[in-house]
Each structure stands twice: as structure tokens, then as C-alpha cells.
């Protein structure tokens, strides 16, 4: 079976310094949740990844996909490789932690 996660990165802070009150937070937080699955389920359905299979969820990328993958126990992870800083980095820290830190089979992809 094949699953489909996006991660949401953490944004308390930025909007804690603007003085966002705790509900504001959680409501945009929400709100970009449902968002992020709506559009992973658009690109994911015609690949056949059924809806029950899409992920959204909130913190570290390399944290919550490791995390993830040993919950749903995977066979095999598969992540876009695309370093944006850095010319000569060869993978980006997201893909290098998941690729360091994981207990299964890692498959890097460019992208």
C-alpha cells in the first residue's frame, strides 16, 4: 500500500512574536491542515493512494515522517531530494535525517 505525507512545519513562534493569541493559531493551523490534505489527495488520486492514505501532519519533517513510517510499518520510505541551500550539498537535511535516522530501506529521488 502506498502512502502520502506532508508535513507541516512548526509556526507558533513566527506568530507568537506578531502576538497571534493561542486560538488564532490553532485555527490557522487547522485550517492549513485541511487545506495541505485536500491538495495531497488531488495530486495522490491518480496514482492510486486512497484518501485514508494521506497524511497531514505538524513538526519536524524528518521527526514526523520517520515517526510515521515505523507507525503505519513501512517497507520503504521514498523522499524528493531537492537541496535548496548550498550548491555543493547533495541532499538536503530533511532527506539526509530520514536517510540517517531511519530502521528500514530508504529510496532518494530527485526531484
Not at 11 to 26: H, K, N, S
Not at 51 to 62: I, L, M, Q
Not at 95 to 105: T, Y
Amino acid at each position: 500500500m502506498l502512502h502520502a505525507v506532508t508535513v507541516l512545519p512548526p509556526i507558533a513562534l513566527p506568530l507568537r512574536l506578531e502576538g497571534v493569541d493561542e486560538e488564532t493559531m490553532e485555527r490557522i493551523t487547522a485550517d492549513a491542515a485541511v487545506y495541505a490534505g485536500e491538495r495531497l489527495r488531488e495530486i495522490t488520486a491518480p496514482y492510486g493512494v486512497d484518501a485514508e492514505s494521506v497524511f497531514v501532519r505538524a513538526g519536524k519533517p524528518a521527526d514526523v515522517i520517520l515517526e510515521l513510517a515505523d507507525e503505519l510499518e513501512t517497507d520503504v520510505i521514498v523522499i524528493g531530494k531537492h537541496a535548496r541551500r548550498g550548491e555543493g550539498r547533495t541532499l538536503g537535511s530533511t532527506a539526509a535525517s530520514i536517510l540517517n535516522g531511519a530502521s528500514r530501506s530508504v529510496l532518494v529521488v530527485k526531484v
